[in-house]
């Protein structure tokens, strides 16, 4: 039995998953054991700015610190950090990571859009799937979102578009991405399949539960326009009270919402599934199979 710990530092939070591995035969099972999140919102100032500011480097490294000594705690055999789109887009995304590596001693790696995407479809569990039809995950972030086709169980495909909640709240968009999208969507799905559509990122299990969604059971388009509507006639502090939301989701989940509405529109579904995961369940499949995660110092 091991201990992973996965990290994502993304563009609205810094999320922190601690599993068990356990051998059962001939396969792994994967259990969960430990889950925080921190809303630092990297992505306000990279952004607005192009920049993280010196205030965000000091609260990243003190969540790492806090995390490291988590992670000692519940005697964590082996990590990963990644960060995505807020820091890598910043024009000191070295500085950070050197500075944030100097103060709490662990490694942050940068990756890429393409590689985000293929690390969230890890965390899917594929042997469950029907190779017969098209099955599409969409992870909405703070800074990006990214698609995974998986067609017949062997047309795989990934692509990460610069699209995302706190990016939309920042009006830092390209107004062609919209487009983009709905064009990749519909060029790599064909019109006759039938598309399975599951959602993941930090809003949907908040929508779910917003909806009256029960726990297994898909989330249905018109359930999701209707909580849409509804929360933009209040305003933010409204919304906070009314349907007890915490400050850093209060603001996100209406352009959250939009982009999973764009999505079921994109691929004429009329709903989408949750299956509870995201980078951190693919980091730590990632780690364990692929033997890339770090020692964590003594």
């Known amino acids: 039995m091991k201990k ?16 068990y591995v356990i051998q059962s035969g001939n396969q792994e099972i994967f259990q969960k ?59 000191n995304s070295l500085n950070v990571i050197s500075e944030v590596e100097e103060t709490s001693g662990l490694k942050i790696n940068l990756i890429n859009g393409l590689k985000e995407a293929k690390i969230i479809a890890k965390g899917n569990l594929l042997s469950k799937l029907e190779f017969n039809k098209t099955y599409l995950y969409v992870d909405v972030g ?11 169980g062997v047309d795989k495909k990934s692509k990460s578009f610069k699209i995302g909640t706190v990016r939309l709240l920042n009006n830092t968009i390209n107004p062609s991405t919209i487009n ?12 006759n399949d039938k598309v399975k559509l599951f959602a993941t990122g930090g809003n949907i299990n908040k929508i779910q539960t917003m909806t009256g969604t029960k726990t297994g059971k898909p989330i249905s388009y018109l359930s999701v326009k209707d909580l849409l509507n509804n ?5 933010y502090k409204e919304r906070m009270i009314k349907y007890n939301l915490n400050p850093d989701r209060a603001d996100v989940i209406i352009p959250a919402l939009k982009i999973f509405i764009l999505t ?16 951190v369940d693919g980091m730590v499949k990632e780690i364990f199979y692929e033997k890339n995660g770090c020692k964590l110092d003594p």
């Not at 992973?4 to 599993?19: E, F, P, Q, T």
């Not at 983009?180 to 799905?189: A, D, F, Q, T, V």
């Not at 529109?265 to 980078?279: A, D, R, T, Y």
């Open 180 to 191: 983009e999208i709905e064009k990749w969507l519909k060029s790599n799905i064909d019109q």
């Open 231 to 235: 929360l933009q006639l209040y305003s």
């Open 4 to 19: 992973i710990a996965a990290i994502d530092i993304g563009s609205n939070a810094v999320r922190m998953l601690i599993c």
């Open 33 to 91: 054991n430990s889950y925080l999140r921190l809303p630092l919102r990297l992505g306000e100032d990279s952004f607005r700015d192009g920049i993280i500011s010196d205030k965000k480097i000091k609260t990243l490294s003190e969540a790492l610190i806090s995390f490291k000594y988590m992670m000692r705690v519940h005697n964590v055999d082996e990590y990963q950090i990644y960060a995505t789109s807020a820091l890598r887009e910043s024009t």
């Open 142 to 152: 703070g800074g990006s979102t990214e698609y995974s086709i998986l067609r017949k």
């Open 264 to 279: 079921m529109e994109s691929v004429s579904s009329n709903k989408m599934f949750i299956p509870k995961v995201g980078l």
